[in-house]
């Protein structure tokens, strides 16, 4: 029976998928040149649909709407009705949250089970973001005996070009529009090409929430062409991207020229730090859901686990045996805990580093991928064995359900070991002597650290990675910093002394 109700599921979504227009002041409209890429289900690699391809020219137009909403009446609304469009997006999306998630698993390939979860956390980040700003958006006051009052306001920036993942799409990009829209920007979303639905049912909602013309534009396309012009463009002052460290580095070197504002969320190969004291069952449910949810395709997953000799070879064979218990298959399933690949260019990405992981030394151990299931992206659940820091396995992001695993002796040397890479998004400590964890949580080199928890997100504090992972914070007020400018102003409360030259 269920298998029946997901059958139709999928084929309730294979025939209500059109093809996707880019959404510029608030029209849907096909690419001045008209041309088109496919779309690919990861799960089958057939065809889903024709998306149209943009470059400069819609670019161009994108812009220009974003900075006419701008400079007109998206920039002289009043906060309470601004925010009542973002409550209104929330609703919205809640209104379609059956609908939207497995749009995203049949697009990605992320099990239904995870995206439902993911789409009812894109609701809650306009939600969030409409109270942040009703309450904290708020500027300091400086008094200077009776002679001045100095005085902070925040203003939003402008326009805020935003570039995003193909890794839960939906969820991601309502991190960044969020927070844009409801601190008064307008915005130019660039999707990722790999996952292109869900966007195009955002601008649907957004359209149907009836903002300005204007106010949110998508434009899809390539990188090197959308994205590419999107950046360079002068009259974008924001870009916040979300992606691959080597990408971001040329991204900031493309828009150099404007001066913009860059936020930064890069590529991550976090430590996952197990002490022989830990509490084992908890840090082995932590370890298997932190590198294999998402199909192993999330920046802050636990990709390099660092075990205490004393306890590793237990631990390891109850990982393997984790391994082997999975699912793997079908991601429109409600069982199903791991699914296909994004794409066949990541897949067989992913499949070189588990043949380099043999060439340089390592023993490789995987679930299983059922033999019918070979037409789609499926890796199985992978533990790379006598691994060490040296190899390029630990040291490159792999970005798929792929978990290195190495011993430790003591507090120091698993320091030494964490920091010995050029990324510092996140971190895991596990251990219940709560001082040393502390220690061990100050000196590793990582944006984020959590000790005896797995990646549980509080919206409040800040998100972001040190060294090759990024620059800058997103979430809570610390995205102000960002979205917003800080502008200071003098009011003389009397006649003060002015030098009076010339006179």
Excluded at 214 to 227: P, R, S, T
Excluded at 364 to 383: K, Q
Excluded at 428 to 454: C, E, F, P
Aim: with cysteine.
């Amino acid at each position: 029976m269920a298998n029946q109700t997901e059958n139709k599921k999928t084929e309730s979504i294979e025939k209500n998928v059109k093809d996707i227009q880019h959404y510029i002041n608030g029209q849907f409209v096909d690419a001045s040149s008209n041309e088109v890429f496919d779309n690919y289900n990861p799960f089958t690699n057939e065809k889903i649909n024709a998306v149209a391809s943009g470059d400069n020219e819609e670019i161009n137009q994108a812009v220009s709407a974003a900075r006419k909403a701008f400079q007109g009446k998206w920039g002289n609304l009043k906060l309470k009705d601004r925010l009542a469009y973002i409550y209104k997006i929330a609703d919205l999306i809640d209104e379609y949250i059956d609908e939207i998630a497995p749009l995203e698993s049949y697009d990605t390939g992320l099990p239904i089970s995870q995206t439902k979860k993911m789409v009812a956390r894109a609701a809650h980040n306009f939600r969030f973001y409409a109270e942040m700003v009703s309450s904290r958006l708020v500027g300091d006051a400086y008094q200077v005996d009776d002679e001045f009052l100095n005085y902070t306001i925040h203003k939003p920036v402008g326009i805020a070009g935003l570039i995003t993942p193909w890794n839960a799409p939906f969820m991601l990009e309502t991190w960044k529009i969020a927070p844009a829209l409801a601190t008064g920007n307008t915005v130019v979303l660039k999707p990722a090409e790999w996952s292109p639905l869900t966007a195009n049912r955002l601008a649907e909602i957004i359209d149907k929430a009836g903002l300005p013309d204007g106010v949110f534009n998508v434009v899809h396309g390539y990188g090197e062409k959308v994205g590419a012009s999107l950046v360079a463009h002068p009259d974008v002052e924001l870009i916040s991207f979300t992606g691959e460290t080597t990408t971001g580095s040329e991204i900031m070197k493309n828009g150099a020229d404007s001066l913009k504002q860059f936020s930064m969320e890069l590529g991550g190969k976090s430590p996952i730090i197990v002490f022989d004291d830990a509490d084992v069952d908890r840090a082995l449910d932590a370890c298997t859901w932190g590198i294999f949810s998402f199909n192993g395709e999330r920046c802050t997953a636990n990709s390099r686990l660092y075990i205490h000799e004393n306890i590793a070879d237990s631990f390891i064979e109850r990982l393997k045996e984790r391994v082997q218990n999975i699912v793997v298959g079908d991601p429109m399933k409600e069982d199903t805990q791991v699914g296909p690949l994004i794409h066949t260019d990541h897949y067989n990405n992913v499949k070189s580093y588990i043949d380099k992981a043999k060439e340089e030394g390592c023993d490789v151990y995987s679930g299983n991928v059922p033999e019918e299931m070979n037409r789609g992206n499926l890796i199985a659940p992978t533990i790379l064995l006598n691994a060490n820091n040296k190899m390029s396995i630990v040291q490159e992001e792999i970005f798929g359900p792929v978990i290195a695993a190495m011993t430790f002796k003591d507090e120091e040397e698993v320091i030494e070991l964490a920091n010995d890479i050029r990324y510092g998004l996140a971190g895991y400590v596990w251990t219940k002597d709560m001082q040393r964890g502390h220690r061990v949580a100050q000196k590793v080199d990582s944006g984020m650290l959590w000790i005896n928890a797995q990646n549980v997100r509080d919206l409040r504090t800040p998100f972001g990675g040190s060294k090759h992972s990024g620059i800058g914070r997103e979430g809570g007020h610390y995205a102000f910093e960002f979205y917003t400018e800080v502008q200071i102003i003098h009011v003389a409360l009397g006649d003060h002394h002015i030098p009076q030259l010339g006179k």
